[in-house]
Structure formats: structure tokens, C-alpha cells
């Protein structure tokens, strides 16, 4: 995230301004922790008389090797992003998914915490509806967020901290109250998208034939 605020709000209309990830260390820990409990799983699937419970600690380990590998790379590449071109905000957690918001066409901007377990907290960007218009009906969003016409989770741009969130919020709540220009906003790369997402699911079948493998391992061995 842009430490100097006030330079942020002076990038040019036309073009990106990004906001990266400032917690890449605990998403690399998060990947090792992974890593570690799926091996552990997958040991336990080996040891006598695991049964139809080794079977699902083998499948439950692979997973998490699964996930593991895709944030690691993930991560790595310097994702997530949070973009402002224009009045357009794109989220953009990986190269295979992306989410654009048209900032006309949302409201006042408000910072809500939500407090989990063990004092957790998630910090989130919401967007009020227009004047006039209603919230949309959305499944399995937290009471706090259905007020909101749309909701960005922000903690992996700003870990914990509030006041990042807080600054977060003011630059794009400024450009949302700007005049909107007619300005060529860049293509979204669909075609990227769509490789980036076969690659997901060439790398997940790599994944679950190694799980066949290892069961049918595990049955004759």
C-alpha cells in the first residue's frame, strides 16, 4: 500500500494505482503450515488399521498440499492486488480470478471489523447502495455486510491495521466522489483468465492422481 496518501491521491485518473499485499511473510507461514499438516495427514493414512479414516486424512492431506502449492505460487507472484484506474476497483487475488467494481454505481464507503476467534479480526471496505436503491440480497454474508451493496475484504492488504484500512478507504472514496471521465479503461485479459484457470485444474488433477497413487499404494502395501 502506498505509504504517502496524499501521493496516492495524486496518481492520475488514467492511470493504475495498486495496492499490494503487506502480509506476503504470513501467507508464505501459511503455506508451510499447510504443507506440514497434509503431510501429517497423509502420514497418518499409512499407520495400521487407519481404515476408511486413512482413506479421508490421505484425501484431506492432498488437499491441503493442493492449496499449499497454489498459494505459495500465488504469493509468490505478488498477489493480491487491489487496483484503481479510473472509477474501476479490481480485485484481483491470482491470475486466474478477478472482480471489478464500477465505483458510479456504489455509495458511501464505511470500514467494518468483524471480530472472530481468539481475537481475530477481519477488516472489510464496504459500499452503501445509491440513493434510492436497496442492498441486493446476497447468501452467507455476515449480518454487518448486508447493509452493503458490495464488500472488499482487506486484510490481505493491510494485515490487522486500521489505520492502513482507513487509508485504503479515503483514496477510494475520494475517486468515487470525482467526476467520472471518459477514459479507455484496459481490456480485461479473458483469455489470460481462462489459461490461468485450466492451469488450476491441470495442476489439481496432477493432485488427485497422486492421491489414486497413494491410495492404491497404501491398499497393496
Known amino acids: 500500500m502506498p505509504e504517502d496518501v496524499d501521493r496516492a491521491l495524486a496518481t492520475p485518473y488514467d492511470l493504475p494505482l495498486t495496492f499490494r499485499t503487506e502480509v ?3 501467507l508464505y507461514l501459511a503455506s508451510a503450515g499447510l504443507t506440514a499438516l497434509g503431510l501429517i495427514f497423509i502420514g497418518f493414512s499409512f499407520t495400521p488399521d487407519a481404515g476408511l479414516v486413512g482413506i479421508l486424512a ?5 488437499f491441503m498440499l493442493y492449496i499449499a502449492w497454489v498459494n505459495f505460487w500465488t504469493t509468490r507472484a505478488g498477489y493480491p492486488h487491489l487496483i484503481l484506474i479510473g472509477h474501476r476497483l479490481t480485485e484481483q487475488s491470482s491470475d486466474a480470478f478477478r472482480r471489478d467494481l464500477d465505483l458510479t454505481q456504489l455509495g458511501d464507503t464505511k470500514i467494518v471489523i468483524l ?3 481468539k481475537g481475530s479480526q477481519r477488516l472489510y471496505l464496504g459500499f452503501l447502495p445509491l440513493p434510492g436503491k436497496s442492498p441486493p440480497a446476497r447468501r452467507f454474508v455476515a449480518p454487518k455486510l448486508a447493509q452493503f451493496a458490495d464488500s472488499i475484504l482487506l486484510n490481505g492488504y493491510t494485515g490487522n491495521n486500521p489505520t492502513r484500512a482507513k ?4 483514496v477510494v472514496n475520494t475517486r468515487r466522489l470525482a467526476p467520472a471521465q471518459d477514459i479507455a479503461l ?3 485479459a479473458t483469455d489470460q483468465q481462462r489459461a490461468a484457470r485450466l492451469r ?3 495442476t ?4 488427485a492422481a497422486g492421491l489414486v497413487a497413494l ?3 497404501r491398499a497393496i502395501g
Request: glycine letters at 14%; a positive charge.
Open 58 to 62: 490421505a484425501a484431506m492431506g492432498t
Open 167 to 170: 487509508a485504503i478507504e479515503r
Open 115 to 117: 471480530t472472530g476467534g
Open 24 to 26: 506476503r511473510p504470513y
Open 200 to 202: 488450476l485444474i491441470a
Open 204 to 207: 489439481g488433477a496432477v493432485f
Open 186 to 188: 484496459p481490456p480485461i
Open 215 to 217: 491410495l492404491v499404494w
